[in-house]
């Protein structure tokens, strides 16, 4: 990542008077067209107000900040029309399995989503407007998907947010059902998990107790960003990678790592002074990284290449 220090950064305690210097802003502003930026702050007064974050608004406004044609009110009435669908065929239902095969079919069947195995890393699998319009997507936007249909035929569904996968759990009769929605939305048992894990990660470790606990919205709502940002700087594209990043600052302001990787994305950028602010306090709120040297470095390269251009 453009020169990124490698290694996760450890939680650190932070430096009196760090927290003053975490600068809330958003340097690519000049960078979005009008039609992005309203959906910036949208997502932003979703994030900011109290309450349970509403989690298809905030994953739609991320779409539309890409896609400025997409109407966000028009992606919802799509979702309900879908609820609507899912409603009709559980009603006359009651046994549990039975009512979620019927959810299956509806989906992965009838109306044909799957996961998007042949090309995971494509973004329009992370765009919620683009896996209702193609029927493709990851395990975490295809869950998205699922949970809110299901609540609206009147299921109570959540996210569970496996180590490199995502899966639904649906209360039904008093049971917790596990579903699968990138494998067609099959019913799975905890031991398929860790083995999604395995498959996944290579590390049957990552499994834990608390792997099988339920994803806040905003949990999800990271998670999607943070494999937009993946995505984006795999392909070399820093600009929306710069404007993930942001995104991510908005949901957790004070996240260190974040600050640091918005501080090299704008050094790339030809953005120096923002640059040096980032970094400087990176290195302010996270003293004990391991990867301080590194930043030092780079942001003594930074300054006399800032300085060399006046």
């Not at 700087?233 to 942001?246: F, H, M, P, S, T």
């Amino acid at each position: 990542m453009i020169g990124k220090p490698k290694g996760p950064v450890v939680p650190t305690s932070v430096a009196p008077g760090a927290r003053s210097r975490v600068r809330p802003g958003a340097p690519s502003d000049p960078l979005l067209t009008p039609r992005a930026r309203a959906a910036r702050r949208r997502l932003t007064a979703h994030l900011a107000s109290k309450g349970p974050l509403p989690l298809l608004e905030a994953v739609l406004e991320v779409a539309a900040e890409e896609h400025e044609t997409m109407d966000v009110l028009d992606q919802i009435a799509r979702i309900e029309t879908i609820g609507l669908g899912a409603k009709d065929r559980l009603a006359r239902l009651t046994n549990p399995f039975a009512r979620l095969d019927a959810l299956r079919v509806y989906l992965f069947e009838e109306l044909g989503f799957k996961g998007n195995v042949d090309h995971y890393d494509d973004p329009r699998n992370s765009y919620l407007d683009d896996v209702l319009e193609r029927k493709l997507g990851i395990p975490l936007t295809l869950s998205i998907v699922v949970i809110e249909v299901a609540r609206r035929a009147g299921l109570q569904a959540e996210g569970v947010g496996l180590p490199g996968h995502f899966v639904v759990r649906i209360e039904e009769g008093g049971r917790h059902l596990l579903v699968d929605p990138f494998h067609g939305g099959q019913l799975i048992t905890v031991e398929d998990c860790k083995d999604l894990v395995v498959r996944t990660t290579g590390r049957a470790s990552l499994f834990r107790k608390d792997s099988l606990d339920a994803a806040t919205p905003r949990a999800m709502l990271t998670r999607l960003l943070l494999n937009l940002k993946r995505i984006h700087l795999a392909q070399g594209d820093y600009i929306r990678a710069l404007a993930v990043v942001e995104r991510l600052l908005v949901v957790a302001p004070g996240d260190a790592k974040e600050i640091r990787d918005r501080g090299l994305l704008l050094a790339h950028l030809g953005q120096s002074s923002a640059a040096v602010t980032d970094l400087e306090c990176y290195l302010a709120l996270s003293p004990a990284a391991p990867d301080v040297e590194s930043v030092r470095g780079r942001l003594a390269w930074i300054r006399r290449r800032a300085g060399a251009a006046t």
